[in-house]
């Protein structure tokens, strides 16, 4: 299917998939670019997310990984190419009718209020959700804050939690909002002091594996990588430069050299 698009069109073999492991596409991107004032900054992204997947996004700083995310989630329009969820073209449906569907993004930089607490950031992020009528979607927040070890935290300020912990609030607030279907998560480790990393990791790990969610992360630390991802995309001057295991990713001579002289 090279018609850029169908869903669907990503090969099994090249993009390190194998067959018996194949789910379901809950993302599929075709031919995705996107240019500002005439310049490219994604060209021809063609990748598919199965179900319950979970592929890491990395690349050099300005290779395109947060363009990538702010076209899937809506807060740009493509110029070109097509967006799939669960088979549905979303490629020019408002930010607000994605996350409907299932869709829900972290920042790089973290976003939480400083003056309200856990338990009112993860209420709020339960109203938004009710008037998106995912009501059905929607979890209670004490189970959100349990899901992400926050529950000794709910009354505390945002101001006063860790920045750790409010990464873990920002994930608790997308499970509140009813993201059901792909979380994308930019740099979610960014900002957070190397001794808090492997809780993070392991609260992502569990929403990814016990929970079964489909997850496309920006994350530079290849060691958290290597205990979380399925497939490594390797994003490089607005092109997808690889897709495949962790393992074959880090042996790929391409990705290599496509971070020589860039510091990662
Ligand atoms: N709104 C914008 N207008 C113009 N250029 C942009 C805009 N957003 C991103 N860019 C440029 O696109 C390139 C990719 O940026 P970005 O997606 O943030 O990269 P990454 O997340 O991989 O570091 C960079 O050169 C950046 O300056
Ligand atoms: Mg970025």
Do not use: C
Request: hydrophobic share 45%; proline share 4%; aromatic share 2%.
């Amino acid at each position: 299917m090279a018609d850029g698009l169908t869903p669907g069109a990503a090969d099994p073999v090249s993009d390190g998939r194998t067959p018996a492991a194949r789910t379901p596409d809950v993302l599929t991107l075709t031919g995705l670019s996107w240019s500002v004032g005439g310049s490219a900054i994604l060209s021809g992204v063609d990748l598919a997310v199965g179900e319950g997947e979970f592929v890491a996004v990395i690349g050099p700083n300005g290779a395109g990984k947060t363009s990538l995310f702010n076209l899937i989630s809506g807060l740009n329009r493509a110029s070109a190419g097509r967006i799939f969820l669960d088979g549905a073209d979303i490629t020019t449906e408002a930010p607000h009718k994605r996350a409907r569907r299932g869709i829900g993004r972290t920042f790089q930089a973290s976003s939480v209020f400083p003056t309200m607490t856990v338990a009112e950031h993860v209420a709020l992020a339960g109203q938004v959700a009710a008037k998106r009528h995912a009501l059905s979607r929607a979890a209670t927040g004490a189970d959100v804050l349990e899901r992400v070890r926050l529950t000794e935290k709910s009354g505390a300020l945002a101001a006063d939690l860790s920045h750790g912990d409010k990464r873990k609030l920002e994930l608790a607030m997308l499970l509140a909002s009813g993201a059901e279907r792909l979380l994308l998560l930019d740099e979610p480790m960014a900002g957070v002091a190397s001794g808090d990393v492997p809780e993070l990791v392991d609260v992502i790990r569990t929403l990814h594996r016990a929970e079964g969610r489909t997850v496309l992360m920006v994350e530079h630390h290849m060691e958290v990588l290597l205990g979380l991802a399925d497939r490594v995309a390797v994003m490089h001057h607005g092109a997808l430069l690889a897709i495949d295991t962790p393992a074959r990713i880090m042996a790929d001579a391409r990705v290599q050299e496509a971070y020589v002289g860039d510091a990662l």
